[in-house]
């Protein structure tokens, strides 16, 4: 999955890297690694490109994340790091749609345009289908490049596969190169068998050895040929100038193959073989490899079904004709039609018709929601029963859907800060391991006299010693942790997020928009010495220049008046506003706003008291040309979310303190706290103060995760160990937050920190076992207490069963309170 984008500015994230404004972000598939020191050596190198911000390299998805600025360096000085580092980057095709071709001199000249860009290995023009046909390494040739050179050729070019598509070659290309490992697989079985049988007799008394030469002809093919993948990767690994798991591979398989070899072909060297070891080791790891690679495309599964929801297609109406078209040829503003049964293509505003959509794989929400004309609908969606005509919002990749699948991408990609001591025992674990296998062979020798069995131990330690799980460990949770909390609609942004949400002890609240529905109407009209309908009238002319909630409750109820346009509006932050209205100058806003112009509002404080306490929201108007003047209160109630005791209950319950944080009056906010649950409020907050409050909570000990939706939450998100945005609200509280919980429901923030705790709880367990495996198997090898064929197979099980115990994250749902704890 290729991807170079604009660097967000998160926090401690991956992301908060210097010169951010020009830096860019690159995600290259990289092939070649077998275990965490190639992680861990590959990643040094990138960082030591010129240009270079900071890289990651996960080992589970075989990814690169290289954050770099482009004045700098470019993709082809990592293509060229990596593969001299003994990686590779696998090609990718592009194809493009050209125009202007007209004969074959044409299709003959581009092909030597392309051919001579950065990268490419091979180009096909076909004049016939108009099509061009690139392959390059993933990442070095970026489309604008290629539809660039063609322009200055003469012609035009339009890239015509999508990222669905891409998905899905992808998907086909692993498929084949694991049954092309199966076959290697199947033929080192049938190879090893014979050797490998006598041993397994020997226990029942039968002895049929096979002939020396047989047992060579049989290994060496297994050795050399199934197990070359092991000595090219070995060679690549020293040739960049340290080693990896196929180095210890290779280390104790040839010297058993050899040893075995010499006393084979020279007469009277000696009488012991160990080409079963030798066959059996290397069969029994390209095993577990081949487990462990279908255990991690399961961990990768929820990016597939994401990308799976994008369709290829969209019709889109074109005056009287209905054209179907690439998905990626919707521009905004484009008429779509979506029929019953499809998906919809694009983010957009239904026109015409009424339909039920199941929104389930990007919201959470399991029941399908009814959509009629004016909403807006989330592509990806599946429409039910109508036909509806939609006006296309938002295409390609800033679509809702486009930007959870890059939100997941990340999250897997990143690093949880556990990693880096993993990554500092990854780089010197082969050298240690090769130092304890002599050693062992030194020890052996010197104390029991015999070779053999100085070899045997030696071998043993080479083999079992195995770093894959410990590289495996972290990355594999977090691809299903990140996964599962996507498809109920908990988006993770990294593991730093992550991290911090799992550690969560203070919960704090937003309320309008989190805990509240965030549309309020105006319910009681309180008015002095004018008509409530005038109060009303010029409030609502006043709220043109708002974008507030309260401001959409007073445009709503006065639906039908004649309104004038505002002048020399002001926005008033976390206070109100200030306006012209027909020549006079009006304030409405809170109380703090009618005291700082020192209006007289006791007449109607007792009223006002009254519906306080019954939980309306109060805008107060008054008038300020000469002497301030009191004009009325109009009183505002906003439902609170039926969902909002049971999320604060399910909070309590897990032991966590809950709080709200809100700019309303304290005893509005009061009455919806004790509706809700809520332990602690704090009210009257000006939006640049709720920072404050949360790193002030945070001075005490306090970890906090902070819910909200809007942009005057932004700032307290940012503030908080852990932001929650709700999907419903404001794009930029979702840059902010290192969470995104797409329904709006605030159930959801239990069900995170659930899957938070769930995940980092498998990670601990797996680098407990990674650690614990090589702390007692390597001793226990040393010892001569385990042979290199129960070595080998315990080195391979040892990464599978890392991996299956992160698979066990898929059986977590909402509302369950922990997972298997162990494998």
């Known amino acids: 999955m290729l991807e170079i984008s604009r660097l967000t500015t998160d926090k401690e994230s991956f992301s908060a890297v210097p010169s951010k404004e020009a830096a860019q972000t690159l995600v290259l598939p990289i092939k070649g690694m077998t275990c965490a020191t190639c992680s861990t050596r590959l990643e040094r190198v990138l960082n030591k490109v010129p240009g270079v911000v900071k890289s990651q390299v996960n080992l589970a998805s075989e990814q690169a994340k290289i954050a770099f600025n482009p004045q700098q360096t470019s993709p082809q000085r990592f293509y060229q790091a990596i593969t001299q580092a003994g990686f590779s980057v696998p090609l990718e095709g592009m194809e493009f749609r050209i125009g202007g071709m007209t004969c074959a001199t044409c299709s003959a000249r581009l092909e030597k345009v392309f051919s001579r860009l950065a990268g490419v290995s091979k180009v096909t023009v076909n004049l016939a289908t108009e099509r061009a046909l690139l392959k390059a390494p993933a990442g070095v040739l970026p489309p604008a490049a290629v539809i660039a050179t063609a322009q200055q050729a003469g012609f035009t070019a339009t890239l015509l596969s999508n990222r669905a598509e891409k998905g899905n070659q992808d998907e086909a290309e692993k498929i084949a190169e694991e049954q092309h490992e199966w076959n290697h697989l199947l033929l080192a079985i049938l190879l090893t068998l014979p050797l490998a049988l006598p041993m397994l007799l020997m226990p029942f008394g039968i002895h049929a050895d096979l002939p020396a030469g047989i047992q060579f002809l049989l290994a060496t093919p297994v050795q050399f040929w199934v197990g070359r993948r092991f000595y090219t990767g070995a060679y690549r690994s020293l040739r960049g100038g340290s080693a990896n798991m196929d180095v210890l591979v290779i280390?104790?398989?040839?010297?058993?193959w050899g040893l075995s070899t010499w006393?084979?072909?020279?007469?009277?060297?000696?009488?012991?073989?160990?080409?079963?070891?030798?066959?059996?080791?290397?069969?029994?790891?390209?095993?577990?490899?081949?487990?462990?690679?279908?255990?991690?495309r399961s961990a990768a599964s929820a990016i597939r079904a994401l990308m799976a929801l994008q369709p290829t297609v969209a019709r889109i109406e074109q005056g009287e004709k209905i054209l179907e078209v690439p998905i990626e040829q919707v521009a905004e503003n484009d008429i779509v039609l979506v029929r019953a049964g499809e998906r919809v293509p694009v983010d957009?505003?239904?026109?015409?018709?009424?339909?039920?959509?199941?929104?389930?794989?990007?919201?959470?929400?399991?029941?399908?929601?009814?959509?009629g004309e004016g909403e807006t609908i989330t592509g990806g969606s599946v429409n039910g029963e109508g036909l509806l005509r939609v006006r296309a919002t938002t295409v390609g990749t800033e679509s809702t859907l486009a930007r959870i699948i890059r939100l997941v991408e990340d999250a897997q990609a990143s690093k949880a800060p556990v990693q880096k001591l993993v990554d500092r025992v990854a780089h010197i674990f082969v050298p240690v391991v090769v130092t304890l296998a002599l050693l062992t062979f030194a020890g052996w020798w010197w104390l029991a006299g015999s070779a053999d069995t100085a070899f045997i131990a030696a071998v043993s330690v080479l083999v079992i010693a195995c770093p894959c799980a410990l590289g495996l460990a972290t990355p594999t949770a977090l691809m299903v942790g990140t996964g599962v909390a996507a498809r109920y609609g908990i988006l993770i942004r990294d593991a730093v997020a992550l991290e911090r949400a799992q550690d969560s002890n203070t919960v704090v609240f937003d309320k309008t928009g989190t805990l509240t529905e965030g549309q309020p109407a105006v319910t009681e009209i309180l008015a002095v010495n004018i008509s409530e309908e005038t109060l009303l009238q010029w409030v609502a002319s006043a709220q043109q220049g708002s974008e507030h909630p309260l401001a959409k409750a007073a445009l709503a109820k006065a639906q039908g008046l004649p309104l004038q346009p505002p002048r020399n509006f002001r926005s008033l932050p976390g206070r109100g506003l200030r306006a012209q209205v027909q020549k006079r100058t009006l304030i409405v806003g809170n109380l703090r706003l009618m005291r700082e112009y020192q209006v007289d509002f006791t007449s109607l404080s007792a009223r006002a008291q009254i519906l306080e306490e019954s939980g309306h929201t109060l805008m107060w108007v008054a008038e300020i040309d000469s002497a301030a003047q009191l004009l009325g209160v109009l009183a505002v109630t906003d439902p609170i979310k039926n969902t909002a005791p049971q999320a604060v209950a399910a909070l309590r319950a897990r032991g966590l303190t809950t709080m709200m944080l809100t700019g309303d009056n304290p005893r509005v906010a009061q009455v919806v706290a004790d509706k809700v649950g809520i332990d602690q409020v704090i009210a009257e907050v000006l939006p640049e103060d709720k920072a404050a409050h949360i790193q002030a909570l945070r001075a005490k000990g306090c970890h906090v995760a902070m819910i909200g939706d809007g942009v005057n939450d932004a700032p307290a998100l940012a503030a908080a160990d852990v932001g929650m945005a709700m999907g419903t609200g404001t794009d930029v509280a979702m840059e902010a937050a290192g969470i995104t919980l797409m329904g709006g429901n605030p159930t959801l923030v239990a069900e995170a920190l659930s899957i938070s705790r769930a995940t980092y709880g498998k990670i601990r367990q797996n680098l407990f076992w990674a650690f614990i495996y090589n702390v007692i198997a390597i001793p226990l090898a040393a010892s001569g207490m385990l042979s290199p064929v129960v070595a080998g197979a315990a080195m391979a099980l040892s990464s599978v069963s890392v991996v299956s115990n992160s698979l066990l994250l898929r059986r977590w749902r909402p509302g369950s309170q922990s997972i298997i704890s162990s494998f």
Do not use: C, W
């Open 251 to 256: 280390l104790g398989t040839s010297a058993a």
């Open 263 to 296: 006393n084979t072909l020279m007469p009277g060297a000696g009488s012991d073989l160990y080409f079963e070891a030798s066959a059996m080791v290397i069969t029994l790891i390209l095993l577990g490899k081949r487990l462990e690679g279908r255990a991690k």
């Open 348 to 371: 957009g505003v239904i026109l015409e018709g009424h339909s039920q959509l199941d929104e389930s794989l990007i919201t959470g929400e399991s029941l399908p929601v009814s959509r």
